[in-house]
């Protein structure tokens, strides 16, 4: 199993839909015995949180978001924990909206302190 996530900071690799999260999105992860909960901010939005669990290298959380427009926005993500060769891990995600159409695939991976 790769490490934990708890204190880890993440960005995605790719901008998503405009309006989505991007490259200028930071998700701060929490993990305790089995539950991950991560904030995030950046880009076009102004404050979300996800909370789920993890089980070996699975996470299966629900976010919600709150954009720059004043929109909200929730969904339901899998992802797969990998820990990169140097070291930094990477999240390769699922997801899709519940509170209006659209899915897709997406990846994280941790930043290094001078890239927050």
């Known amino acids: 199993m790769a490490r934990s996530l708890d204190g880890l900071v993440l960005a995605p690799v790719a901008d998503q839909a405009p309006g989505q999260v991007g490259t200028r999105t930071r998700f701060t992860y929490h993990e305790r015995q089995g539950e991950i909960w991560a904030e995030y901010t950046g880009g076009d939005v102004v404050r979300g949180h996800l909370v789920?669990?993890?089980?070996?290298?699975?996470?299966?959380?629900?976010?919600?978001?709150?954009?720059?427009?004043?929109?909200?926005?929730?969904?339901?993500?899998?992802?797969?924990?990998?820990?990169?060769?140097?070291?930094?891990?990477?999240?390769?995600?699922?997801?899709?909206?519940?509170?209006?159409?659209?899915?897709?695939?997406?990846?994280?991976?941790?930043?290094?302190?001078?890239?927050?």
């Not at 070996?56 to 990998?82: A, E």
Request: proline content about 2%; glycine content about 10%; charged content about 30%.
């Open 52 to 116: 789920g669990t993890r089980e070996g290298d699975r996470l299966d959380f629900r976010y919600v978001q709150l954009k720059r427009d004043g929109t909200t926005s929730s969904g339901h993500c899998v992802s797969t924990v990998v820990e990169l060769p140097d070291g930094r891990v990477r999240l390769e995600e699922t997801w899709e909206w519940e509170s209006q159409r659209g899915d897709g695939t997406s990846v994280v991976e941790q930043v290094t302190a001078h890239e927050h």
